[in-house]
């Protein structure tokens, strides 16, 4: 079993940032890779980004390709989404979660994802 945490949250006005954190309770080693999704009211979870643990490689969907960047410290087991240029429609709930979906044909699909975390809501207004 592993625990993924999730932090850092908010609400904040369009065109600002914002970096949430996801602290895994096991070495993230373990896990291929790790991932950030978000879920908007009354729509379904999405894919935001991926990176894979070791190489770091890492993929984004387009909606949010050029301001937010996935990193890890493997130091602190956690994953980092710098959120930049914040727009309304980023409004969700934000989840961290792991697991081997790591190439560019799967990392967005949640069947490829073994553990997830609780969530962190994230709100941004116009």
């Known amino acids: 079993q592993v625990q993924l945490v999730e932090s850092g949250g908010g609400s904040v006005q369009a065109g600002g940032s914002l970096r949430l954190s996801c602290t895994a309770s096991?070495?993230?080693?373990?896990?291929?890779?790790m991932a950030w999704f978000r879920r908007a009211p009354g729509e379904e979870r999405e894919g935001v980004a991926v990176?894979?643990?070791?190489?770091?490689?890492?993929y984004y969907s387009d909606s949010v390709k050029g301001r937010f960047t996935i990193s890890q410290d493997s130091a602190k087991n956690t994953v980092y989404l710098q959120m930049n240029s914040l727009k309304p429609e980023d409004t969700a709930m934000y989840y961290c979660?792991?697991?081997?979906?790591?190439?560019?044909?799967?990392?967005?699909?949640?069947?490829?994802?073994?553990?997830w975390g609780q969530g962190t809501q994230v709100t941004v207004s116009s």
């Open positions: 979660a792991t697991g081997d979906g790591c190439d560019s044909s799967r990392w967005s699909r949640e069947y490829y994802y073994t553990y």
């Open positions: 990176i894979r643990t070791i190489g770091g490689s890492t």
């Open positions: 096991k070495y993230i080693y373990w896990s291929k890779c």
